[in-house]
């Protein structure tokens, strides 16, 4: 019976993480190089884990699946970073970082934790700052802030829209000094395929490579999963196109917990769809809205183009609805109001999904050298993808896919349920609730990478002591290598008549429409009816080309996407089961007579962790309560 123990310290929550840090158990250093750590993934929670646990000195393998760890996804984030400095003197504090973080999150995230981040985050920073990493800065010199989304002061740290980039290339200098060092073994272009558990402990991985095809076993004595986001589950997303839940699911079907994965957010300021050839949607930063002000014709289907509606015309429904917060409301809320007034049949644009993002009006205040200064490489990336100079004309957005706030269930020290299997980054459930405010991923990343990590594998490690080692010949690796290149076979064998891409297509097609931005019991319904459909087809009719011994990426996507269509159906189990609406989870039963989402503290104060059951089976739900001691639950209001 799988029993889910947060390890949440006990005492004041502004002591708990220094109270646990003194008592967490240590390893002497001369024992910290006996130790062999797998980490898989090379973003920056991965990134800056491998990093740090090298430099304390234990012995790390790293992998990642692009040619060079530089290449994670992490490197698309462009807006910025929290954390609680206060340089702009606007009343800032560790305190208001964590409300913000909890009320943005919609009341699902543990305290403890989202307590532990805001703290945490100041010295992310300064490590940042230290390795050289070009935040921007005020004329005097100190580095300049500015706001994002569910908060009234200026936290977010930024390089003009290359933050993740900026970041990354930080955290990858230092995974690379210890690659120089010998303390990290790299492997790029290998895909981990499973984990490998030996007695309940988590023993290593099976991963294979792509270049060769060669699959292979590695041993260690912990492994950390940190390998990014699900929204590709949806086909059309704004993360890059290798992104995907291979990882965590194989880990779930090794006994690992799938926690929350209703939680998707569905970011309000994407370029819109154009058609049925694209393959990845492209986000327009949330930084964008510190200038830029939303909005959309009063009259519906006015198909003037925008400088040609008057001012009393537009409707300017952000700052309507949400005086306080206006633009900068936060994602889930704001992506609710585009739907709504494009549903009305407001919306702009060839498809009518789309409202206006005008930054005219911040232009003529501040000129147009000051907007491109702030934003060019956005502005030159939304010019080149639509043809349209938005200097001159609104850009136009609507939501898409960009987050997962649900992932593998894990404790106060970032462990699953697994002993030895740790889970970092945007890979784990932990800290954003039903909601990710704006700018709070990298910070998460960060956090996990370079502060929590490396003190709680510790105490994993030091109880383990130095016996229950075991090799690579293991048994149990023998068998995980056989169930991995007998899959590969089999979707060699299919040799059916369609693409990897096009069933993905149809999945990412049904998963928008019945658990998209807005999902209902009838509509979660009707996907769990339709998935085992496609999933059947996937493995009647996939054709895939080419062979098992070289680069070959249908194969490396057939992998993914046989995944997918076995997560879909969880990810849609625990938005049935959520009959409340909270953050990015929108259940159109649940509704307030204005529309916000109506949460239901009462009955789904947890979080919901999955345990597999077998394909096709339902899955077993164990519920986490969450306690509050510090804040009090409230209806969350941006007004
Ligand atoms: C366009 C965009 C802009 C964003 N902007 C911001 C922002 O401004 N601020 C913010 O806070 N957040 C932002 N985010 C979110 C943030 O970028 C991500 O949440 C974060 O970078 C995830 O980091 P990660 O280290 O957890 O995972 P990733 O960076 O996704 O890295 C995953 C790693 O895992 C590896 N991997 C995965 N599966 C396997 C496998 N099976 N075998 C081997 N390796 C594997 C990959 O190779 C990769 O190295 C943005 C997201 C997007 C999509």
């Known amino acids: 019976m799988t029993t889910l123990d947060s390890k949440i310290p006990s005492g004041a929550l502004p002591e708990k993480w220094d109270k646990h840090l003194a008592h967490l ?59 609680a400095k206060n340089y702009p003197n606007d009343g800032d504090s560790v305190w208001r970082l964590f409300y913000d973080t909890i009320k943005g999150g919609d009341f699902r995230a543990r305290e403890a934790n989202v307590y532990r981040l805001a703290q945490i985050s ?16 005020e004329y005097s010199g ?34 690379e000094r210890q690659v120089g060092q010998g303390a990290v073994k790299m492997y790029a272009r290998h895909e981990m395929l499973d984990v490998v558990l030996v007695d309940g402990h988590a023993k290593g991985i099976v991963a294979r490579d792509l270049v060769t095809g060669e699959v292979k076993s590695y041993a260690a ?8 986001g ?31 994965l209703c939680y998707t957010q569905i970011h309000p300021t994407c370029i819109p769809v154009t058609g049925d050839y694209q393959s990845k949607l492209t986000l327009m930063s949330e930084s964008l809205r510190n200038d830029g002000r939303v909005w959309v014709p009063k009259k519906k289907g006015d198909k003037r183009p925008p400088h040609e509606i008057p001012e009393e015309e537009r409707d300017y429904f952000l700052e309507r609805k949400y005086p306080s917060y206006g633009n900068l409301s936060p994602r889930d809320i704001s992506s609710r109001s585009a739907k709504e007034v494009c549903d009305e049949g407001k919306g702009v644009g060839g498809s009518g999904l789309g409202v206006y993002l005008d930054f005219r009006e911040a232009i003529e205040r501040l000129g147009e050298n000051v ?52 889970v970092i980054g945007e890979a784990n459930f932990s800290d954003h609730g039903a909601n990710r405010l704006g700018a709070s991923a990298l910070m998460q990343g960060l956090a996990d990478g370079y502060f929590v990590l490396p003190y709680t594998i510790g105490d994993y490690l030091a109880g383990l002591g130095m016996k229950n080692k075991v090799g690579a010949d293991h048994a149990e ?14 979707f060699l064998s299919i040799k059916g008549k369609r693409t990897v891409d096009s069933i993905h297509r149809e999945l990412g097609a049904l998963m928008w429409e019945h658990c998209g931005m807005a999902r209902s019991e009838a509509s979660l319904k009707k996907a769990l009816a339709a998935i085992p459909g496609i999933r059947e087809e996937f493995w009647k009719n996939v054709n895939v080309l080419g062979g098992g011994e070289e680069p070959n990426q249908a194969l490396e996507r057939a992998g993914r996407v046989a995944d997918f269509l076995e997560f879909a159906e969880l990810l849609c189990f625990d938005a049935l089961d959520r009959r409340e609406s909270c953050g990015g989870h929108f259940r159109t039963e649940f509704q307030t007579t204005e529309g916000e989402a109506k949460r239901d503290d009462a009955n789904f104060s947890y979080v919901a962790a999955w345990e ?12 986490e309560p969450l306690e509050f001691e510090s804040v009090q639950l409230a209806v969350r209001s941006y007004k």
């Open 122 to 137: 100041n010295n992310i920073i300064d490590q940042c700052v230290a390795q050289g990493v070009p935040f921007a800065r």
């Open 142 to 175: 100190y580095l300049a802030n500015r706001s994002f989304g569910g908060a009234q002061v200026s936290r977010t740290f930024y390089a003009r829209g290359q933050t993740g980039q900026q970041l990354l290339l930080g955290a990858y200098q230092a995974l």
């Open 221 to 228: 004595d912990a492994v950390v999963l940190a390998t990014g």
């Open 25 to 83: 158990r240590l390893v002497n250093p001369s024992n910290k190089r006996k130790y062999k750590i797998i980490i898989v993934g090379t973003g920056l929670a991965g990134a800056s884990a491998a990093a740090s646990l090298a430099e304390l000195g234990y012995q790390v393998e790293c992998f990642c699946f692009q040619d060079s760890p530089r290449r994670a996804h992490s490197i698309a984030a462009q807006g910025g970073i929290n954390a």
């Open 230 to 260: 699900y929204a590709n589950v949806f086909y059309l997303s704004t993360n890059a196109k290798g992104c995907n839940v291979t990882a965590i699911h194989r880990a779930y079907k090794k006994g690992a917990l799938l926690a929350n």
């Open 612 to 623: 597999f059951a077998g394909v096709g089976k339902e899955p077993v739900l164990h519920k």
């Open 371 to 422: 907007i491109r200064e702030r934003y060019s490489n956005l502005f030159d990336m939304y010019a080149k993808i639509t043809g349209e100079n938005p200097y001159k004309v609104p850009m136009r957005i609507y939501p898409a896919p960009h987050y997962t706030m649900g992932g593998l269930w894990v404790d106060y020290n970032l462990m699953s349920n697994v002993p030895g299997l740790y």
């Open 477 to 490: 690796f023998k068998k995980a290598e056989a169930g991995v290149t007998d899959m590969t076979r089999k």
